[in-house]
């Protein structure tokens, strides 16, 4: 969010109350790890409670002096660091959804170059893409032996991964339509006795979600992650039987099939890395700081999409 307020908040402030709830919302925005409190402050929160959590991120950024300690002046020091930190996740994802959607792009025209060259004789598919092709999706052109699980590569085995791709260039044109913010609250899951806060989750044709734990990981992990949300969100077999992540190298490698490929959500998104990048980095959270952490050299410009 673009923190707006009229007066100082903080212990012995001036705590108009527009202004408290606006401070509360920026805070609840700033991830744990770079000072914002641990639970969220709830809708009634007191401004002791508020004060304490900017004198937290005070500690933790940390903010340069002038400042008064629990306190926010309009225009201040901590004013300025709580704008540049309490972007709503949602914003950041719609930052970033152009640059995934120019990857998707991407991988879709390669898709299609490999279909048009399949179909015709005497033309050869680049070294990279026959790489990516069978690390990501499991398709090859070499000699299948039965129990193996690739298969051929074959214009037919390219169809339902084409049409993904493209029900991708069109989701992600639409991303301001169902990307949305998560509370910590909404974005918590016990998945086999662990519980966890998930940076994004998504349910199918509705909704992509992001948490605040979003925000400054690296920029193809965040890039990654919104892909393979969407593909959650445009395919109804993304789901926990074709769920392979890209980090998880015996199950995505070894175990996965090719049949399971053409839905796993991490596939399309490391598929398209790999064409761009000519190599296999697999960002997302098994690899955090891939691309580098916004604002971790410079201060982040709201409203348009990193340089990568």
């Known amino acids: 969010m673009a923190l707006a307020i009229g ?60 400042f008064v300690a629990g ?28 640059v995934a959607r120019m990857l998707v792009q991407m991988a879709l025209h390669e898709i299609t170059q490999v279909e048009t060259n399949l179909g015709t004789p005497g033309t050869t598919i680049r070294s990279t893409t026959l790489d990516a092709l069978a690390a990501h999706f499991h398709l090859t052109t070499r000699t299948v032996q039965p129990g193996n699980t690739q298969l051929p590569l074959t214009r037919e085995a390219l169809r339902p991964i084409k049409q993904n791709y ?31 806060v998930a940076r994004a989750f998504t349910r199918f044709q509705t909704s992509t979600a992001f948490n605040r734990d979003f ?30 992540p890209e980090w998880d190298r015996p199950a995505y490698d070894l175990f996965m099939t090719a049949a399971q490929a053409r839905h796993n959500p991490s596939s399309y998104g490391a598929f398209a890395f790999h064409i761009v990048n000519g190599s296999d980095i697999r960002p997302g959270d098994g690899n955090l700081n891939s691309g580098g952490v916004e604002g971790s050299t410079a201060t982040p410009t709201a409203g348009t999409p990193p340089p990568f």
């Open 7 to 66: 007066h100082s908040v903080g212990s012995g402030a001036t705590n108009q109350a527009g202004d408290v709830q606006n401070v509360r919302i920026a805070v609840n925005a700033i991830p744990i790890r770079m000072g914002g409190p641990s639970p969220q402050l709830p809708l009634n929160a007191s401004v002791q409670a508020i004060s304490d959590a900017i004198a937290a991120l005070q500690a933790a950024v940390p903010v340069p002096p002038p």
């Open 71 to 98: 306190q926010v002046d309009p225009g201040g020091s901590t004013f300025g660091a709580m704008n540049r930190l309490s972007e709503a996740p949602r914003d950041t994802a719609l930052r970033f959804a152009p």
């Open 215 to 244: 925000k400054f990981i690296g920029r193809f992990a965040q890039v990654a992650i919104i892909i393979h949300e969407t593909v959650h969100f445009i395919d109804s077999r993304a789901d926990g039987r074709n769920d392979f």
């Open 166 to 196: 493209t029900n991708l260039v069109a989701a992600l044109g639409r991303a301001r339509n169902f990307f949305i913010n998560a509370s910590d609250r909404e974005a918590t899951f016990t998945i086999a006795g662990d519980t966890f």
